[in-house]
């Protein structure tokens, strides 16, 4: 078995890879029903939220699409905070449909600066909405999204939250934080595979909603809740997906919300502390910012990453991700969410200390 | 055990749904490649084409849209031919967009007409494009794509077909019928479940796309071509579904297409004999046009389809489905594609022949 350590495809487990066995059923019917309202409610209770949430057929980036064309109209003023790859895609679906985007951008390995926000929307008082990444998944780096929700509020503006990386792992309190809509992904925390995509809605994105003139018809909210009233989906959904969420949602439930964040904490410090104690650097400039779900690490100098994870890979059989964008082809990250326990984390950083040595470098 | 005759979602064999309990493993890897291009290679064989072909994480409603917004600009002039619920619902994606859409519609029940598509193009030489549904899942009809097409091209037209209740089923050779884009759903007979769409992308498809200036981002061919050279797609992919594609389009390659349609062919004209010795009417006009992949039924004067449906599923765990559009509550329709016997429409026609004296008909 490999140990896939990747942030995304997630290993899932057994019993939710079995769900995926039951035969199809009837997307019109009682039974879909009931399902459909079932993984609804408890996506709500996990996401912390009162608000409507609607489970959308596709990718984490197609929701991130559907959370654009559904709040605004060609011209609107956005504000994007990226720290990272995922940041700077979530601006270039807004430009893309012809948002008017003004970029406040951070180096990766940096979290957005709060008092940098305050600035910007002072400068601009008609931005009507913020995009943050919560957890940015390439440069494993997590935004203080309550500091910087706080001053999007004060600003009353739409606060618009990519969690994909983040929610169900680390604590996301959707209505707490006055988040407008929340983005998520079926194959990173939720132990389930890819192809679902989840998104929250409150009163205020609804009210952005009636106005937003983007063309939409796939991603449309007003079909999705009102298909939802009736436990269905406007077009076929993935089924199976649906099915495996259906039971990773209840061993999540009853793992419960507290544990599941504590556990990804003690994760993410012990991916951290192994990395250190080898004499490795990690890509966060400042730890208290470091993500619990992926750690990116710098190799040691003159040493090729991918390399590196190609030697994981045929000795250890562990799946390491590579760097993306200007970082590609120098780090490495390790996924630790999901289905992810500490057995599976000193695996991984065993399997690093020893395969180091191979590429010339003696880890401490 | 249901017998699940709906038109999608359509029952999946057992290894099909057995091979979503593979492991997730890294999307950007080597052993994800290979499964990939396999199941690429394999869907072109199936469309009968050398054209490009993605596989794109989505309902088909997501493919209709994607074949919209990679091919048009707003203000483009565009030709729906709409023979039900389907082809309206493409309509209404163009005019979404901002495509300049003109409708040539025929009653449900009815096939579109060649001479009447010639004369409207003839009518507007600006129209750029011609959308067919192949087979109109609300209907039961089957257009005769290879007639329509020729008068599209004798007028060096766009030929964008639905084919997603056709191809894989019946016979629809994008080649030869020089289908530019074709959109095909997993759900159909591919005997696997929903969640991804397929688009085959013709030279002069990608000629269109080059100049098309509707905003697209996560639907995008050019992302979905750039990643495929790689033998990836640009967002993470609904990796079970793949598994499941990769063990299902094997059988249909062991079974052939010339098999598989004959087989489509007989369990057709098994179903409409059936129900026509029952004494029940076909919703199709001119039964040359009848679908072999769905029936569309009027009830006896008098009967509720829809609790006809109901006495169905109750006594005989059998799920058909009803009519859409301003056809729902007015008739019944059965599924008989993909995973499909003899043996079940057997059991299909046996239950809907039991089950209407209950409502007050008694059957021939």
Redesign the interface.
Known sequence: ??N?R?P?????P?PV??A??????????AEFQNIMNGVTQDFKTLFQTKNDLFIL??????GL?AAIVNLFSPDDKILSVSIGVFGDRWA??AQ???ADVTSLKFEMGEAADPDLLRKALQADPKIKAVLITHNETSAGVTNDVASLGRVAKEFDKLLVVDGISSLGSIDCPVDKWQIDVAVA?S?KGWMV???MTMLSVSEAAWKAHANAK?????WDFSRAKKYLEKGQT????????LY?LNVSLKILLQEGLPNIFARHVRLGNMTRKGIKDMGLKLLVVDESYASNTVTAVWPPEGIDPDKLRKTL?DDFKL?L??GQGKLEGKIFRIGHLGYCSEKDIEDTLSAIKKSLPKHGYNPK
């Open positions: 078995m490999e896939l990747t995304g495809p997630t290993p899932c057994e890879l079995q995926q066995t039951k035969q199809m059923i009837n997307h019109r019917g057929t596709g990718a984490g980036t197609g699409e270039s679906i893309t449909f012809g992904g194959q595979p890819p192809g983007m063309p939409r018809f796939y406007p077009w076929t959904p993935a089924v199976s997906i495996a890979r799946i991700s590579g």
